[in-house]
């Protein structure tokens, strides 16, 4: 006899990164999505302050994008990237690096975890190809998110991430410390003032392992799955200076901050450090397709050119590429709009609980103080679950409210998105 899946059967899906037991006890089902908004199988509209996943951008079921992708598909639904090619990811990688100037080749991938691990292959075989094979050493940073691949879980630092899998991952990975003191920069609008000098942190690990053992050192120029952590001005121009005191490769994981969402193309763009390689995924389809993709400086790719011409250079790749559209004119709106998003959410100084608000670009994370004796992400799914019932939808990272919004959000949507957490914040004890 076969098996029948029942429609109202939660249980065969194991969620990701969900709590499975208390979600199908009261499931929360999106069935529809359009522009700012997606529809629960009744018909009750929520307003998406989160970008889905930080990821739909241009906003949902964008037509140009639909019918690109129907047509895409109709015309041809796969060919390999292995030793064949198909015009159309030329011509994508020819967009993309056009988009930012010192970068020459991008390397595809399905998601961020996938760019994550691809970013880092490169950087241990560039090092190994110029002359530098014994630097095999990989540098992440406390707090970080990069993904849930071997590499990425192992240069990540939430340590909720990382603990089960502990002596599994990488060998050799060390990190720096984050940039978030609360003390120094609690309710800081965009950057804060203090902590450039938290980059030095690089220099005790150089000192510690020596900078002839360390490849590349990677994170997010805006942690996002920690909480929206924004760099102090200064830090990421200083840790491009140390990399390049040490010959230690730079990489920056955009899969969040990348394609608009800071009101630049991309966080290198937006605060002018040009890192050696950076990750992007999510926003580069509008998450209608996954996929994700690698930027190379001018210069890296070059170095694995110099081998017998019918030899393949680097044994790396996967199966499936995409094929993603761009949206005109959305990065620019995202500036025009950041300083209304950043009053907006700093209106919530001195509602209860909370003990920080954080921002930059169309980002924001509203920390909460945890509950005493409570998981540490009590109060922030309170505020999820809450949020969803009043019609909006908020993430939670820890105690902290994370919110992303499409960038095609309207000052209007920006109002409701705030009265909503406002209220719901009041009546979290
Ligand atoms: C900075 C960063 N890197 C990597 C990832 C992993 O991306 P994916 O879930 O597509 O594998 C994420 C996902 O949120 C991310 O925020």
Known sequence: MTAQALPNDLEPFWMPFTANRHFKKAPRLLAEAKDMHYSTPEGRKILDATAGLWCVNAGHGREKIV?????????LDFAPSFNVGHPIAFEL???????????????????????????????????????????????????GYHGVGFGGMSVGGMVANRKIWGPSMLNGVDHIRHTHDPEKNAFS?????????????????????????????????????????????????????????????????????????????????????????????????????????????????????????????????????????????????????????????????????VIDIRNLGLTAGIELSPRPNAPPTSRGMDAHLKAFEKGVMVRFSGETICMSPPLIISKGQIDQIVDTVTDVIKTIH
């Open 93 to 143: 990688a020819a967009r993309l690096t056009s988009m930012v100037p010192g970068y020459s080749q991008v390397f595809y991938t399905n998601s961020g975890s996938e760019s994550v691990d691809t970013a880092l292959k490169i950087a241990l075989a560039y090092q190994r190809a110029i002359g530098q094979g014994t630097r095999t050493r990989l540098i992440g940073r406390e707090r």
């Open 189 to 353: 609008k965009g950057q804060p003032e203090w902590g450039a000098h938290l980059a030095d942190d690089l220099e005790r690990l150089v000192a510690l392992h020596d900078a002839s053992t360390i490849a590349a050192v990677i994170v997010e120029p805006v942690a996002g799955s920690t909480g929206v952590l924004v760099p102090p001005k200064g830090y990421l121009q200083r840790l491009r200076q140390i990399c390049d005191k040490h010959g230690i490769l730079l990489i920056f994981d955009e899969v969040i901050t990348g394609f608009g969402r800071l009101g630049a193309s991309f966080a290198t763009e937006y605060f002018g450090v040009k890192p050696d390689l950076f990750t992007t995924a999510k926003g580069i389809s509008n998450a209608t397709i996954p996929m994700g993709a690698v930027f190379c400086r001018k210069g890296i790719y070059d170095a694995f050119m110099n081998g017998p011409e019918g030899m393949i250079e680097v044994f790396h790749g996967y199966t499936y590429s995409a094929h993603p559209v761009a949206e005109e004119g959305l990065f620019e709106r995202a500036a025009e709009l950041s300083p209304y998003w950043q009053e907006a959410v700093h209106s919530m100084k001195g509602l209860p609980n």
């Open 67 to 75: 019918k690109a992708v129907q047509a895409q598909v109709a015309k």
